[in-house]
């Protein structure tokens, strides 16, 4: 069984392309490989309140980019190559996403990890809903293992919270910079927006 360690941030363009781009590799080259995927959070904005950033004024004030059309061009023509209909003027703010990512990070006793992250970066990206709410995450998790209200309590458990914080500094400290940031059988590291076939040279890089 192959091992795939993967650092995201849900509201992170790039990792919706990167999360599709794997999960299309995967079935469509390696269908027959057992793999073990794990998810880590990655925490992209410190300090996001809950309404949000409106994502133009982010664009504006933090890179000084005046044409958000502009910065959403390439990640969403990358999405398109691969098959993902990614329009990010749907989704026109960034929540804050501790509650998501230690949704997350329980349903890896579930079993559902993987699908749970792909469901709720989907979610955000593709139908515009705030991450950030309970009642949309007890939805997403009562589909993937939880019941509601278990859900609805993990995502609003401050414990559980300060237990995404302490993850993504520990992924900082182990010299994640950028993300997606993917990692095969503990030793073969790629990250940012790589292609199909580079994915793909990584996972057969790994099984050698």
């Given at each position: 069984m192959l091992?795939i360690?993967l ?20 079935a469509?080259?390696f269908?027959d490989?057992?793999v073990?995927?794990r ?7 410190a300090?996001v ?9 982010l664009?504006?004030?933090r890179?000084?980019?005046t044409?958000?059309?502009a ?20 989704q026109?703010?960034s929540?804050?996403?501790q509650a ?8 890896r ?8 992250a ?5 979610a955000y ?12 995450l007890?939805d ?7 019941e509601?209200?278990e859900?609805?309590?993990i995502?609003?458990?401050p414990?559980?919270h300060?237990?995404v914080?302490?993850?993504?500094a520990?992924a ?13 059988d ?5 990250n940012?927006?790589r ?10 890089a790994?099984?050698?």
């Amino acid at each position: 069984m192959l091992r795939i360690d993967l650092f995201t941030e849900i509201s992170c363009p790039w990792c919706i392309v990167g999360l599709h781009r794997l999960d299309k590799v995967l079935a469509e080259r390696f269908h027959d490989l057992p793999v073990d995927i794990r998810h880590h959070p990655v925490l992209l904005l410190a300090n996001v309140p809950s309404e949000g950033f409106f994502i133009p004024d982010l664009l504006r004030s933090r890179y000084g980019i005046t044409d958000p059309k502009a910065a959403f061009a390439r990640p969403e023509a990358e999405a398109r190559a691969s098959g993902l209909d990614l329009d990010l003027g749907r989704q026109l703010r960034s929540y804050p996403t501790q509650a998501a990512h230690g949704l997350v990070m329980a349903a890896r006793e579930q079993g559902t990890q993987h699908a749970l992250a792909v469901a709720i970066t989907d979610a955000y990206f593709l139908e515009a809903q705030n991450i950030a709410d309970a009642d949309v995450l007890a939805d997403l998790g009562s589909r993937h293992g939880f019941e509601p209200e278990e859900a609805r309590r993990i995502a609003l458990d401050p414990a559980q919270h300060g237990r995404v914080e302490e993850a993504s500094a520990r992924a900082g400290a182990q010299g994640v910079r950028s993300v997606p940031h993917i990692v095969f059988d503990g030793r073969i590291n790629m990250n940012g927006g790589r292609s199909e076939d580079e994915l793909a040279h990584g996972i057969s890089a790994a099984l050698r």
